[in-house]
């Protein structure tokens, strides 16, 4: 029972080993950076435009509707990584369709680097708004007790993210896996639909906690918790 | 009884009570979570976006909760580390 993309192994040599993780990761940047720059080569801005045009600019659009909700200003700065997180885990989770491929976000390893990505894009990006000084400030806010703590929650909230993401990936590919052993029929087909779902709600969880970081350091430590919606609205 | 028969006991008995007991907390709270959100719906239609977003957002967290313990059972059954070192063993003999 596979356990994680990791063990399938298409090339070794040595102790270099193409496993499917890299493989699939690979042909989802491809795919991503290839038809995007086939779509973007002639942009046009009259009431004629290709459908493919027309879908991502549904995407953009709403992907920088949804980071101003989370409270993010100028959401040009953000959206190159907030989307682009969004954009890979949800187009990993969508091609499970296509037979004989296994969602590299359903390896720990691939999920650990993306939670590690933010990890560091969040002081990145709390610095670059406010300054060395304010943003390392925020860590003792609302007392100086509250530091290890400050600290404690930036690691363990980053150790959520990967193991939320790897667990729902890893356990819709297993309980697939299984069933197709067993009730080899219709079931596994509704199961599938339901990896579908949970995928692309991961996908729009992860890139939405990623925001609502970003926008707590971008902002200072004011408790605001989960995500809310602006009050005034 | 060997320490191969214990350590196969103690990996599925605890196997098994880990998600059983891991699941109850989240479907509690998502259970409640989703009676809150409804009833917000009912009094005020006009924000169902946003409560809906919100409710999306909460019953992920809590069922990261239920991802953990399920993680954890499958690490006790597929990938376990006592097992595999006590076959090793068993297999070098």
Redesign the interface.
């Known amino acids: 029972?596979r356990?994680s993309p990791d063990e399938m192994i298409f090339w070794q040599h040595g102790f270099l080993k193409l496993n499917g993780t890299i493989v699939f990761t690979w042909g989802l940047m491809l795919v991503l950076a290839i038809g995007s720059k086939l779509i973007t080569r002639k942009l046009s801005t009259e009431l004629k435009r290709s459908r493919w045009q027309n879908l991502l600019e549904i995407i953009v659009t709403g992907i920088e509707k949804q980071i101003e909700?989370v409270g993010l200003r100028h959401p040009e700065t953000y959206i190159g990584f907030l989307g682009t997180l969004f954009l890979f885990v949800a187009l990993a989770s969508l091609c499970t369709v296509i037979p004989g491929y296994e969602p590299p976000t359903g390896s720990l390893s691939t999920t650990a680097a993306l939670a590690l990505c933010v990890l560091a894009a969040v002081p990145f990006f709390g610095i670059e708004e406010q300054g060395l000084g304010g943003y390392l400030k925020s860590y003792v806010e609302p007392t100086v007790i509250m530091l290890p703590f400050n600290i404690i929650s930036e690691l363990s909230r980053t150790l959520?993210l990967a193991?939320?993401l790897?667990?729902?990936m890893?356990?819709g590919t297993?309980i697939l896996a299984i069933l197709l052993t067993i009730t080899p029929f219709v079931f596994p087909i509704a199961m599938s639909a339901l990896g579908l779902l949970t995928g692309m709600?991961?996908a729009?969880?992860f890139s939405?906690?990623a925001a609502v970081y970003i926008a707590a350091a971008t902002r200072g430590r004011k408790s605001r918790p989960?995500?809310?919606?602006d009050i005034r609205? | 009884m060997d320490s191969m028969t214990l350590i196969a006991i103690a990996s599925i008995v605890t196997a098994g009570l880990t998600i059983a007991l891991g699941s109850i907390g989240p479907a509690l709270g998502e259970g409640r979570a989703v009676a809150t959100a409804l009833s917000s719906l009912a009094q005020q239609p006009d924000a169902a976006t946003t409560i809906t977003r919100t409710l999306f957002v909460g019953l992920a967290m809590i069922e990261s909760i239920a991802i953990y313990c399920f993680v954890v059972s499958m690490i006790l059954i597929f990938a376990n580390p006592f097992w595999n070192h006590v076959i090793a063993g068993a297999v070098g003999k």
Do not use: C, K, T
């Not at chain 1, 989960?226 to 919606?229: Q, Y």
């Open positions: 029972m356990l909700d959520a193991v939320r790897f667990g729902n890893m356990s297993m709600v991961q729009y969880i939405i906690l989960e995500p809310m919606p609205a």
